[in-house]
């Protein structure tokens, strides 16, 4: 990318001309949480100030232009990831309770002795849900390895599949190791077990395109605010035929078809999931942060960010102590590593001092630290904004804080 398209880019970001302190920030977290265009900001003040008013309940017009831009996004969406319908796509607040959505209402069914098969590289919002069932049912997690590229072993997850096996639920980008697995294939191997699937896309919409009939899964989850929409909103895309045969999630106003003291009846999709006031404004403008990746594309962002990981990457090995985790060929532009015997909060810190925000600790994914053998590490990760000369700013600054910590 042109140093001219990508200050065009950065305009449309003006928290990133910020000063931390006496230096110029340079936003090293965007695996956490994108930063957001102002194209989307504008829209939602827009909507603040003209347009608000609750969806599906008003004849009135501004109800009427509320609803209609909330199902907008929806088609928006659907489009986004190739889904076949527009009912398959749920409005949830996040990625986190769109899994909870899965495990709950779908998990009913899962009986004594059921096995969910997961991975060592999960973030916690794949996990936990999951063991919430076992409150009350004798559920047993496999959990699927990794090898020292920190990549999924294939065999080892075929090996797991048995007549116990009711779910497959993993991640499609690791968040810590940036490794892409192959979740085609992946899925592929669980359907030929009769297993359904759930693809956790938090990670891999801000980097790439994913096509949910391609992928043939049968969920797939993500967050807005990871992928420069806004924050509060998330999707869950699943098949039809499994969110029909699926009990409501939350139960309220917007979910109902008639509700008696006797006798509820429900929605049909996608407002079966959908109970309570959706955060409706932040869903509207999400749909300006697809106007934005179309504009920017896809292929164009993956390619700088490929290439950003690969100089950074490069360039970070030559620092005398470092170590990074995750060195899959196919991975997403998240660099995770620690220094020596730094602590990572350290190196967070010292950073910040200079301008520069990561993300330290375990990122919500303690039994991937557990298996790295470390308690945490200093994790830097880019976007489309982000410049080679950040990231050369990036490398100067630790290799003045690496000498002061080792
Ligand atoms: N899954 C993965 C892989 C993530 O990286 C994250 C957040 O970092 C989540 C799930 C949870 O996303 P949210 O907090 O937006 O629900």
């Not at 076949?84 to 769109?98: D, K, L, M, Q, V």
């Not at 997961?118 to 004798?138: F, G, S």
């Not at 600790?361 to 994790?379: D, I, K, S, W």
Request: net charge negative; charged share 25%.
């Amino acid at each position: 990318m042109t140093n001219e398209n990508i200050e065009k880019i950065r305009r449309q970001f003006p928290v990133l001309s910020r000063r931390i302190g006496e230096k110029d920030l340079i936003y090293l977290d965007n695996t956490a949480t994108s930063q957001t265009p102002s194209t989307v900001v504008r829209e939602i003040e827009f909507l603040y100030d003209n347009s608000k008013a609750n969806v599906h309940r008003g004849v009135h017009t501004l109800s009427q232009e509320a609803t209609d831009r909330q199902e907008h996004t929806r088609r928006r969406v659907q489009g986004w990831i190739n889904a076949a319908e527009f009912e398959e796509i749920i409005f949830t607040r996040g990625t986190t309770e769109a899994i909870n959505l899965v495990a709950s209402s779908f998990g009913d069914r899962f009986r004594d002795g059921d096995e969910i098969i997961l991975t060592v590289m999960e973030h916690h919002a794949n996990i936990v849900p999951w063991q919430l069932l076992q409150r009350h049912k004798d559920i047993k997690l496999r959990v699927v390895e990794i090898n020292d590229r920190g990549e999924l072993d294939l065999e080892q997850y075929r090996s797991l599949f048995n007549e116990h096996t009711v779910m497959a639920s993993f991640t499609h980008i690791s968040n810590v190791l940036g490794t892409v697995n192959p979740v085609k294939e992946m899925t592929r191997i669980a359907h030929e077990h009769g297993v359904p699937v759930l693809v956790d896309g938090a990670q891999a919409v801000p980097h790439l395109r994913p096509d949910v009939q391609q992928i043939g899964c049968d969920f797939y989850v993500f967050s807005s605010h990871k992928m420069y929409g806004p924050t509060g909103v998330g999707i869950l895309y699943g098949r039809r035929e499994l969110l029909e045969s699926m009990p409501p999630y939350q139960g309220g106003g917007e979910m109902i078809k008639h509700v008696s003291f006797s006798h509820t009846t429900f929605a049909e999709l996608p407002f079966k999931f959908e109970a309570g006031t959706p955060d409706f404004i932040d869903i509207a403008a999400f749909s300006k942060a697809f106007d934005f990746l179309e504009e920017t594309g896809m292929d164009m962002i993956s390619m700088h960010e490929k290439q950003l990981l690969d100089y950074t990457t490069r360039r970070l090995l030559d620092i005398p102590g470092i170590k990074i985790y995750g060195s899959a060929p196919d991975k997403a532009a998240v660099i995770s590593f620690n220094i020596g015997e730094a602590h990572n909060y350290d190196v967070g810190f010292l950073l910040d001092k200079m301008g520069v925000a990561v993300r330290t600790g375990h990122h919500c994914a303690q039994p991937l630290m557990e298996r790295l053998g470390v308690p945490g590490t200093v994790r830097a990760s880019f976007a489309v904004y982000n410049t080679f000369d950040e990231a050369d700013r990036f490398i100067d600054a630790l290799r003045r804080i690496a000498p002061m910590l080792m």
